[in-house]
Structures are given as structure tokens and as C-alpha cells.
């Protein structure tokens, strides 16, 4: 079981280093060319090819680490697979059959279409091809929220049944978790496309770096806006729906009336959690332990305490991280207003927008899911009985093995893709296109 996890975990994570940079950059990318359409200046074309091409080399290495995934379900996780199959499987296949193939159709005709349809329908490709991005966002995080707050379905011969599939996409629990993830994504792509911007402000390399910066600054502040008052949503949710998530996020053991919320150890905010949790100061927020001796009553003998320092650290990391983009891109608009130019050290500064959403929505999905343990469905599915009984621990060992060498490699493909077309810029690039162009109409 531990083997399985950390592969579906290392593999998860590596999966989501591309996802919310996809559902983000695609809408960047769109609005680009948006902006080329309305006002024919040419260094929007420019811009939009650049960073388009930068959205399809990880829109590429999504689609292949994601199949993966679904691979591992029936593999390593078959009781679980048996158990949630017919609630799990009809968003997941609404995501392949419509959102996918929607997204997939509409991004190759954006590919080919260049010079071969007309502008608007050309625009209207790449536009499509987003929604259909966030469309399969919306239908997978459906899913995950189901898990986490199953509604919908009954119980018959041991297998969850769906019994209303509007109550799946319309659960509470993903109406707040679709748009904190999203937003999310758009921060990371922005913190992307602003960390390319300040690598070639410092270069000091030709073209009009400043509108996608500007561009990135407010796709990121809105985006920090979002993330804040869907995880306010989320907090409340907690309270009520995962009370065990939410007190070992904060490390609290003992049930407390006007619980505070602790920044680090030993620097609290009087009766902040409860005010957070339930929009009142004074609100009771049960602890652990409580919540152990209540879980024992309900559901039997088990230890259903998360580990409290992964959680209770992965949540004030994830906030910090978080926190530090938005405010970088608030500096940068302040800092580029009245169509300033930003400071050198300041472009320097804009490398870290990077690293800092990459790591704000890693350890937010680590928070989510290691939360929620010992159970793969809150209430209904245990972990220790989600995983396929005839799978040893050898054969997955050596799967976990393989992905991560695979991985790894795929990694170093990647890396060097970006940086290389990264490094070209737009105006080099748009050069080499031109040389290829005649080569490509001839064939």
C-alpha cells in the first residue's frame, strides 16, 4: 500500500507541473492573439506564437503523463476502481469524450490553421480549445471532490451506485474546488510568463516584453483575488465536511472554543481559525483527538489521524508561496504603472515568480489528499482497502521504478525545450518560422 501511494503520488505530482500551467497559458495565449485581432500590432503576433509554442510543448508532455494515471486506477487501486467505478467513471469519461477531444480537436486546428482560416475563426480555435481545458479541469476536480464529500449515490452489494449525477458536478465541495484550482493554475502560469519576461529584461533582448509582463501582473493579481476567497470557502467546507483535514492543518490536538490560528509555532492569532472556519469567533473547532474517539465510535478501530506535520506544514507553505506571487505581482503593478519600466532589480526579482506558484500548488495538493487519510472515500472507503489484491509488492516496486527513471528523463526533454525556445525569444523565433515555412508549404 505505502508503494502504491508514493507512486501515484510521485506520478500525480509530476503530472501536475503541467496541468495548471496549461489551463493557464492557454487562456495568456488567447488573450495574445485577442489583442493581435482587435488591434493588428505585431508584436501580439509575435508574442502569441512565442508563448504559444511554450503552451504546446506542456500541453504535449500533459496528455502523456496523464494516461498514466488512469492506467494506475485499475492496476494498483482495483478496489477502489470496483467500489467507485460507477459514481468515479461518469465525469472522467465526460472529460475524455467531451472536454478532451473538444480541447484536442480545436488545439490542432489552431496548430495548422495559421494562414489557412480566416483570422476570426482561427482565433476562435484557440479559445475553444481552453474551454475545453477548463471544462476537463472542472470534471476531473468534480471527481476528486466527490471523494472527498461523496453525494449522489447509494451503496448496493458493496458498490457505490450513482443515483443523481447533477448532485456529483454540483457538490458543494467542487463549486469551491474548481475555481480555487483554477485560479491557481492562472497564477502559475502567470508567475511563468512574467519569471520569461524578467530573464529577458535583464538580457535586455528586443521587443515588447512590458505588455506581456503588465499582461501577466493583472492575470495573476485577479487570480490571487480568486484563490483567496474560494479557500475562505473551502475553510467553512472543512469545518463541516473534513473536520479532521482542518485540525491537522493546524496542529490542534484539544477541541477549543475561539480557536486561534497558528502562523508558526508559537506565534497564534487569537480566535482566528474559528472566525475563518465558520465566521465566528467564537466558534467550537474540534481537535484530533476528539475527533479520533468520535471516527473510532462511527466507523471501528482505526487510526484515522492524518500525519499532522505534513498537512500542518504543507497548508502554511501553500499560503506563503501563494502569497508571495500575489504580492510580487501587486509590486509590479504598482511598480509599472503610468506605463513605467520596471527597475532592474526588480526583472530579477520577477525570476522568482517561477518557482513560488510551481511549489504554492504542489503542497496545496498534498494538503488535500494526504488530509484526507486513512480514506479514499470520506466515510465510505479506506486506503488499506482500496488497493488491488494481486498486485505484489515487488511488481510495484518495479513500476515505481520505471516512472521514475521514465520521468526523469522526460524531465530532462522538457527542460530543455522550454529553455531553448525560452532562450530564442520571440523575434528569433519568428525568424526560424519563416525558414521553415517554405519548406513546410512544399511538403
Not at 428 to 443: D, F, H, N
Request: glycine letters at 10%.
Amino acid at each position: 500500500m505505502d508503494l502504491a501511494r508514493w507512486q501515484f503520488g510521485i506520478t500525480t505530482v509530476y503530472h501536475f507541473l503541467f496541468v495548471p500551467l496549461t489551463i493557464g497559458l492557454g487562456v495568456f495565449v488567447a488573450g495574445l492573439q485577442t489583442a493581435w485581432h482587435r488591434t493588428g500590432k505585431e508584436h501580439y503576433l509575435k508574442l502569441t506564437k512565442f508563448f504559444g509554442k511554450l503552451f504546446l510543448i506542456n500541453f504535449a508532455m500533459g496528455v502523456v503523463t496523464g494516461i498514466v494515471q488512469e492506467f494506475q486506477f485499475g492496476m494498483n487501486w482495483s478496489e477502489y476502481s470496483i467500489f467507485v467505478g460507477d459514481v468515479f467513471g461518469a465525469p472522467l469519461a465526460l472529460e475524455a469524450l467531451l472536454a478532451f477531444f473538444l480541447e484536442s480537436t480545436f488545439i490542432g486546428l489552431w496548430i495548422f490553421g495559421w494562414d489557412r482560416l480566416p483570422k476570426r475563426v482561427h482565433l476562435a480555435t484557440i479559445w475553444i480549445a481552453v474551454i475545453g481545458s477548463n471544462l476537463s479541469a472542472y470534471f476531473i476536480l468534480a471527481a476528486n471532490a466527490w471523494m472527498k464529500h461523496p453525494v449522489g449515490y447509494e451503496v448496493v452489494d458493496g458498490k457505490a451506485r450513482m443515483t443523481d449525477i447533477w448532485a456529483v458536478l454540483t457538490n458543494d465541495t467542487a463549486l469551491a474546488q474548481v475555481p480555487h484550482v483554477v485560479a491557481a493554475s492562472f497564477i502559475v502560469a502567470g508567475g511563468f510568463v512574467l519569471a520569461i519576461c524578467g530573464y529577458h529584461l535583464i538580457k535586455k533582448t528586443e521587443g515588447e516584453w512590458r505588455s506581456a509582463m503588465r499582461g501577466a501582473l493583472v492575470m495573476t493579481a485577479i487570480a490571487g483575488a480568486v484563490v483567496a476567497g474560494t479557500g475562505d470557502m473551502s475553510a467553512q467546507l472543512l469545518h463541516t465536511q473534513q473536520p479532521m483535514k482542518l485540525a491537522a492543518a493546524e496542529g490542534l490536538t484539544e477541541t477549543v472554543d475561539g480557536a486561534p490560528f497558528t502562523i508558526v509555532p508559537g506565534v497564534e492569532v487569537p480566535k482566528l481559525l474559528s472566525l475563518l472556519a465558520a465566521h465566528d469567533p467564537d466558534a467550537t473547532v474540534k481537535g484530533t483527538e476528539d475527533l479520533q474517539r468520535e471516527f473510532e465510535a462511527k466507523f471501528g478501530p482505526e487510526d484515522y489521524t492524518p500525519n499532522i506535520p505534513v498537512v500542518f506544514w504543507s497548508f502554511r507553505l501553500m499560503q506563503g508561496f501563494g502569497m508571495a506571487t500575489v504580492g510580487l505581482a501587486a509590486l509590479g503593478l504598482l511598480l509599472t504603472r503610468r506605463r513605467r519600466q520596471p527597475p532592474p532589480w526588480f526583472n530579477r526579482m520577477l525570476l522568482l515568480a517561477l518557482p513560488l506558484p510551481w511549489l504554492a500548488v504542489i503542497f496545496g495538493w498534498l494538503l488535500s489528499e494526504i488530509g484526507r487519510q486513512p480514506w479514499t472515500v470520506m466515510g465510505e472507503l479506506l486506503t488499506a482497502a482500496s488497493v488491488s489484491p494481486g498486485v505484489t509488492t515487488g511488481q510495484v516496486a518495479t513500476s515505481l521504478a520505471i516512472f521514475t527513471v521514465l520521468y526523469g528523463a522526460l524531465t530532462i526533454a522538457e527542460a530543455v525545450l522550454l529553455v531553448r525556445h525560452v532562450k530564442r525569444g520571440p523575434d528569433k523565433s519568428a525568424q526560424i518560422e519563416e525558414q521553415r515555412e517554405p519548406v513546410l508549404m512544399g511538403y
